[in-house]
C-alpha cells in the first residue's frame, strides 16, 4: 500500500534555499543535514526517504509558514 502524501505548491525562490531556514524541531534539521539535504527542493523530490516522524514537522512547516 503507497502512502499518500501532502501535495502542496512551494514557490520556486522557496525551493532553492537551504534547508536551514526551516523553523523545525532540531531533530528534523539534524536528520536532514546528516542525510544529505541542502536545500527545500532536496526536501520536495526526496519526500519519500524521510521518516514521518520529520517529514510531518516539515509538512507543517513548508504549508502553514510559507502561506501565512
Known sequence: MSEKLIIHKVPDKVQKQSI?????????LKYLRNNGFQT??????????????????IYAYLILEIEG
Open 40 to 57: 527545500i527542493l532536496d526536501v520536495i523530490e526526496r519526500q519519500n526517504e524521510i521518516p514521518s516522524q520529520y517529514r510531518g514537522n
Open 20 to 28: 536551514e531556514i526551516l523553523k523545525v524541531r532540531k531533530e528534523t
